[in-house]
């Protein structure tokens, strides 16, 4: 649902707005000051208590899931016996889960909580699933990614709900914005659809016009043009991809709030078994902004992420906390230069086990570690024509159940040059690479390295 | 309790709220009615268990109600029920089965002002089963406790500014199986769909009164 939501972002976003979000070029000024906002924890809690009990009615009367079969005694036997690490598979882990907690957190900002509060919400109701919901003890892994992945989108998902979300909207309009704003707002679109007369409460989202700024573009990928020997599956590599940049990374338009900036990196890519989703999202959980000369800002900033990175059959994946600064230059004519470091810490994380054993569940290995990032892009006349990342992950992998002990050193270099051919829309070269050095008990160390070239057309907004 | 008796007894429940709505004191129409903020509330009723060999029996309960919103209100509820066993349903020896629930329900109010006050209810119950036979068995067997969905409706009639008359239907729906005891090992490692499941789904009418504060 992750996929799909984040896929259908752009597009939903685009056409909800109609051109309200200003050309990349020029950040808008800082939001006005919003009036106090009611808070209704308990009614959150009592969401996020309904959420779970929903979530697992259906699982029970629909599913037959068996670890539904929950009572009394396993909830006592759950805190009895404790913690342990779940062995499930890796889209439910890190796919699955953040989207639960998503709607934990959902419910926290629908009933006026902020960021930290809402954290709690995401908080409390994986602690409330992993204890009571599921006959099988708690995991420790679930809770770290159920919760903080769930922070992360749905932060980002009410962000954007409130830009789509307009207060005098009326009719088919109306709708579309309001159905657009469940999407991505899903309790806070149940609750006003019940509480449709309250809509001017100032707790809900309010309008677009509240002066934050929406720059991105989207990617469709035509052919491959060059690839290293190590693919496997199909010279075709169909890929669509998008950027979207809330806020100005350099600082402009921040309040002091968690995630007045954040920016947010996808990509799904189809082969060679399945599709695979790449996305890094990165929000400022607090920092400070600098003023430099002839229109330049520089953010110096503590973050959080949630990252994941597949090509061909590698992939990484990981919930982290960095610092970092990020800086905007305006050159003269018209040309923007931005760059960007992080560094920090990668609390849980998971990547391919490639060994592999017969009959094992899970194929991944679960880690912890360090990871870091820097980003260059140079835009002229609001249209960006060169971008270069590059992530950085080293992982120690753990000697948990189901994880293979050992350690690993990801580089990931993705580059890109476009130009402009009409209006907005432009063709240009993507350039990746991933290379993958490991060491694991009992196996000799080896690395693994891919390469891929594409062309592709882009709508820059 | 046959299936006649059973019909007179929904027969009965009908009248009597027909009656009810037909003999609200004049404070009541005096006075719209409202949902209140606070209640406290019992309630009695019949029971019908939807599997094969599970009769009907007399269900009651006790709990309190809180306002949580325009036109919704939480229901904590303990109720209790039993009905009777046949011999071999289950796999059991004819006896009794008791079923003691503790409901924590949402209620969604159609209508927030009047003297009738009608609703759904959702809600999820903590069930605790217990099984008597007629005869003590050789090996002891009973059936495993569950959390458990409700679902149903109601209506309040107001008939003074603290009392309401209560009418209710729900759908308690408990999946569960029967086990020799004593269990060895947690519940948890027993694999549910490889058990010969009971859909002890009890159908309940409940007529009671609410007091409100």
């Not at chain 1, 996305?279 to 902004?289: D, P, Q």
Request: with cysteine.
């Amino acid at each position: 649902m992750i996929t799909l939501s984040t896929a259908a972002i752009a597009i939903a976003l685009n056409l909800a707005l109609g051109g309200i979000a200003p050309p990349a070029a020029r950040p808008s000024p800082p939001p006005p000051p919003q009036k106090p906002v009611a808070t209704r924890a308990l009614t959150a809690a009592s969401e996020v208590a309904g959420l779970n009990f929903g979530v697992w009615a259906f699982l029970h009367y629909a599913g037959n899931a068996a670890y539904s079969y929950i009572s009394w005694e396993t909830i006592r036997d759950n805190f009895r016996d404790g913690w342990e690490w779940d062995r499930s598979q890796y889209a439910v882990n890190f796919y699955h889960h953040p989207y639960h907690g998503y709607l934990y957190y959902s419910a926290g900002r629908a009933n006026g909580l902020g960021y930290w509060g809402a954290s709690l919400s995401a908080l409390g109701g994986s602690f409330m699933w992993e204890m009571m919901m599921e006959k099988y003890r708690p995991s420790i892994n679930d809770l770290v990614t159920t919760t903080c992945g769930g922070i992360v989108f749905g932060e980002v998902g009410y962000r954007f709900s409130a830009l789509v979300r307009k207060r005098d909207a009326r009719g088919a309009g109306r709708f579309f914005r309001e159905l657009v704003g469940t999407i991505l707002d899903p309790v806070g679109g149940v609750n006003r659809l019940f509480n449709g007369r309250k809509d001017s409460d100032p707790s809900l989202p309010g309008s677009p016009d509240v002066g934050r700024i929406l720059n991105g573009w989207l990617e469709l990928t035509g052919p491959v043009i060059a690839r290293s020997d190590g693919f496997s599956g199909s010279e075709a590599a169909p890929t669509i991809a998008f950027t979207l940049d809330y806020g100005d990374p350099a600082g402009a338009g921040w309040t002091g709030k968690p995630f007045d900036v954040f920016s947010m990196d996808g990509r799904l890519r189809w082969g060679p078994d399945r599709p695979h989703l790449s996305l890094f999202i990165n929000g400022a959980l607090a920092g400070k902004t600098y003023a430099g000369r002839g229109g330049s800002g520089h953010f110096l900033g503590v973050y959080q992420h949630y990252e994941y990175y597949g090509i061909d059959t590698m992939r990484v994946c990981g919930t982290s906390f960095t610092a970092g600064w990020s800086s905007r230059f305006e050159l003269p004519p018209n040309v923007r230069l931005t760059a960007s470091a992080r560094l920090g810490w990668l609390g849980l994380g998971a990547s391919d086990d490639f060994y592999g054993v017969e009959g094992e569940r899970r194929a991944y290995n679960l880690a912890t570690g360090i990871t870091a990032a820097a980003d260059l892009a140079v835009a002229a006349k609001g249209f960006e024509y060169l971008s270069l990342d590059w992530r950085h992950y080293q992982l120690f992998d753990l000697n948990v159940p189901g994880s293979r002990a050992g350690r690993e050193g990801w580089n990931i270099l993705m580059g890109q040059v476009a130009i402009p051919v009409l209006a907005d829309f432009g063709v240009g070269f993507a350039a990746e690479y991933c290379a993958r050095r490991y060491e694991f008990e009992p196996f000799e160390p080896g690395s693994r390295k891919l390469f891929e070239a594409r062309a592709f057309v882009t709508w820059q907004f | 309790m046959t299936t006649r008796t059973l019909k007179t007894r929904l027969a009965v429940t009908g009248l009597a709220v027909a009656i009810t709505l037909l003999l609200a004191s004049a404070e009541a129409r005096a006075h719209e009615g409202f949902i209140p903020r606070f209640s406290v509330e019992v309630d009695a009723g019949a029971v019908s268990v939807k599997e094969e060999g599970f009769g009907t029996g007399r269900r009651y309960g006790a709990g309190v109600f809180f306002r949580t919103g325009h036109r919704m209100g939480l229901e904590v509820l303990l109720e209790s029920y039993d009905v009777s066993v046949a011999e071999g349903a289950a796999g059991l020896a004819a006896g009794r089965m008791n079923m003691t629930t503790l409901l924590v329900n949402q209620e969604f109010f159609l209508v927030t002002h009047g003297r009738v006050l009608p609703y759904g209810l959702l809600g999820v119950g903590c069930t605790f089963i217990g099984y008597a036979p007629d005869v003590p068995p050789e090996v002891e067997m009973d059936f495993v406790d569950r959390i458990a969905l409700q679902l149903g409706g109601g209506f309040d009639v107001r008939i003074s500014r603290t009392l309401h008359v209560s009418a209710k239907a729900r759908y308690n729906m408990v999946k569960t199986w029967v086990e020799e005891l004593p269990r060895e090992e947690p519940i948890r490692m027993t694999d549910p769909l490889a058990q010969d499941m009971l859909h002890l789904y009890g159908f309940e009418l409940g007529l009671g009164i609410k007091f409100s504060f």
